[in-house]
């Protein structure tokens, strides 16, 4: 079931189609396949084990061997004319007109980010037919498991069930440049998810630039105070825990009336960053904030979660941030803080959980890198 209908804040800036099918793959290596990896998980497989249209899963061998940017340049090499003159674009290819006559065009197509789009039209899964094939499919979740940190899989997909009806339903994917071949960028977007891969091609930015993920557990929209089954809320948890560590005084500096925009997630000059400053926080508390950080990074790649922590290393670490919880939209008026943003020079993850959990993450070693949003 795609939910998208029932969040009004999240409501798709692209509207998905789909073309014939390509090709197929032999259904009795996709069952063995996707079942061992179930099966290793505890889980079943996506949203249907047994339905023959579901995206094959390449065997644990193969995900050992090839890195997600290998894997990209796989995937340019098995589109043909066709899909790649509707999915790949030139590096800095610029939107001029929105697929989708309903929105605004979208301009630096490549640097986008939102909380609810699809990049191209063509989603990875369509309806009775699928512009991809089942071999492209199955490369395209071996991406998406490469750059998601395996002990996240479970969750990841938990997320995409409960959001998007599983994945590939909603996702769309476009590659920018020519993998192999200088500088190029792999893009996956969908409801609550925009995910990169550019092999450190982008400069200046972690994770190929801006990213999003998010969570609608109960596909309510508004969640409840504790955010059941929500799977990114022990990170809020956490961060509120370090908000019941601080003095009297401190917790006057960290709780800001006034929350920022969600989609305002743009570097800032230190004079516009609200909150309470990491200098100001004693040894205990600046233990505690970086588990928190660690929580925040863990659902990504290790190579990622390396390239983060150099940029933020860059501008002087935690000791250049600030910590603000907002207490605007407290959820339950329980002062659990449903609403945060950890923010330095060229640094912001923000945390917004009300009414359900939407995360923004822009992080550089360059100040002067703009978001596109």
């Known amino acids: 079931m795609d939910r998208r209908a029932e969040c009004p804040d999240c409501q798709s800036t692209s509207s998905p189609s789909s073309a014939p099918l390509l090709s197929d793959l032999n259904r009795r290596d996709f069952l063995r396949a996707t079942g061992a990896a179930a099966a290793a998980v505890g889980i079943a497989p996506w949203s249907a084990l047994a339905a023959a249209d579901a995206p094959a899963k390449a065997a644990p061998a193969a995900k050992s061997a090839a890195s997600p940017e290998s894997l990209v340049k796989v995937l340019y090499e098995k589109l043909s004319d066709e899909q790649k003159q509707a999915v790949c674009f030139d590096w800095d290819y610029v939107e001029t007109k929105n697929p989708n006559p309903k929105q605004r065009a979208r301009g630096l197509l490549r640097t986008f980010v939102s909380n609810n789009w699809n990049i191209t039209p063509q989603v990875l899964r369509g309806g009775t037919t699928d512009f991809y094939s089942k071999e492209q499919q199955a490369i395209v979740r071996e991406i998406f498991e490469g750059l998601i940190h395996p002990e996240w899989h479970a969750k990841i997909d938990k997320q995409l069930e409960d959001d998007a009806g599983g994945f590939g339903h909603s996702q769309s994917l476009a590659i920018f440049g020519k993998p192999g071949d200088g500088k ?15 092999g450190n091609s982008t400069p200046h930015v972690a994770f190929g630039g801006p990213i999003f993920y998010g969570h609608d557990a109960q596909g309510t929209f508004n969640e409840a105070a504790d955010h059941p089954g929500n799977v990114f ?19 006057q500096q960290a709780l800001v009336s006034t929350m920022p925009v969600e989609q305002k997630s743009g570097f800032r000059s230190p004079a516009e960053i609200a909150g309470l400053p990491v200098t ?14 660690k929580l925040l990074l863990e659902p990504y790649r290790t190579d990622d979660q390396t390239e983060a922590l150099a940029c933020l290393k860059q501008h002087g670490g935690l000791d250049k941030c600030s910590l603000a919880f907002y207490s605007a939209g407290d959820i339950g008026n329980d002062k659990v803080w449903d609403n945060w943003r950890l923010e330095g020079p060229a640094f912001v993850w923000h945390f917004r959980g009300t009414p359900h959990v939407h995360v923004w993450v822009n992080v550089a070693d360059d100040t002067s890198v703009k978001l596109n949003a």
Not at 184 to 198: N, P, Q
Not at 233 to 251: D, E, R
Not at 280 to 293: A, F, I, P, R
């Open 280 to 293: 100001d926080m004693s040894s205990d508390q600046k233990e505690h904030l970086q588990g928190v950080l």
């Open 233 to 251: 809320w022990p990170q809020a948890l956490a961060a509120n825990k370090l908000y019941q560590m601080l003095g009297g005084k401190q917790q």
């Open 184 to 198: 190029f960028e792999f893009v996956m977007t969908g409801r609550h998810m925009t995910l990169r891969c550019d």
